[in-house]
């Protein structure tokens, strides 16, 4: 092989190299994916909907967000009892189904900042004449609904010990159809949850809202700043700040209110109040 030969045949791949080189810069970089875990089964915040689309406020709310942040969001769709465990084991980045800040789960996660009050309440039959203190209805036998996984169940533990028959679901669905079969006495969750979706409806004609707002967070959280988030795994601190600043956007230019008068006739956060239309 000529000496001329080679040097051409060693060009030759140089350039094949340089031009190689050069599609892998120019080629557009992946785009960053996150999985977002939510719960599916809380109207009007989280639905499946008859096509098997996850749709309510909260997936609707996340979709702007990533949006915003630009990056590609999947939501991995669970019951709400094995959420906070998926997440602590990595199945997911952001836990996307709002949570009370209870002192417990703070240990193990960072929140966002919060994207409603949606306090707890009694449901219970319209013609009920309960005293709801311990002393009140200790002794009645009353089956109480409760959601597995959720705050409501140690909040009950604590300010209303021994005085229920606690009945444990995995959704509100279910807590609703056992309520109106009268195989429980009240349920014990989410006040706007109930209003919307069984309060406000014809066949919750015969039931109401009872025994006052119960916030189910950390205590030590001060009345002005109270209020349910999303939240990810200690250690994802920066994540969750680039949601806050995507939330922050969507409230303050109102897409927030757009979105969440798609699903709710009342405003969830005090913030609010500046996108509201007289």
């Not at 597995?148 to 679901?169: C, M, N, Q, T, W």
Request: hydrophobic share 40%.
């Amino acid at each position: 092989m000529s000496p001329s030969f080679t040097k051409l045949r060693s060009l030759v791949a140089a350039a094949g190299l340089g031009l190689a080189a050069l599609a892998v810069a120019s080629a557009p970089a992946a785009a960053e994916k996150l999985l977002l875990g939510n719960e599916g089964v809380y109207p009007p915040f989280s639905i499946v909907d008859s096509d098997g689309n996850l749709t309510g406020f909260e997936p609707e709310l996340a979709r702007e967000v990533c949006k915003r942040m630009d990056v590609e969001c999947e939501f991995v769709v669970m019951d709400f009892k094995a959420l906070i465990p998926s997440i602590l084991q990595g199945k997911f980045n952001v836990l996307t189904s709002q949570l009370s800040p209870t002192p417990e789960r703070l240990k193990k996660l960072t929140y966002s900042e919060p994207i409603i009050y949606n306090p707890a309440t009694f449901i219970v039959k319209k013609d009920s004449d309960y005293t709801f203190t311990p002393e009140g209805l200790k002794g009645k036998g009353l089956k109480i609904a409760l959601q597995r996984g959720a705050s409501s169940i140690p909040y009950i533990d604590k300010h209303f010990p021994d005085v229920f028959e606690k009945v444990l679901y995995d959704n509100p669905d279910q807590m609703r159809l056992d309520l109106m079969a009268g195989r429980i006495d009240l349920v014990f969750d989410s006040k706007l949850n109930w209003t919307f979706e069984l309060i406000m409806k014809p066949e919750g004609k015969d039931w109401k809202i009872a025994g006052g707002d119960h916030w189910l967070g950390d205590e030590a959280v001060p009345q002005e700043k109270r209020g349910y988030s999303w939240a990810v795994r200690k250690g994802d601190e920066a994540l969750i700040e680039r949601f806050n600043v995507a939330i922050d956007q969507v409230i303050t230019d109102c897409s927030f209110t757009k979105i969440r008068e798609k699903f709710l006739s009342v405003p969830i956060l005090a913030r609010e109040q500046a996108c509201l239309t007289n």
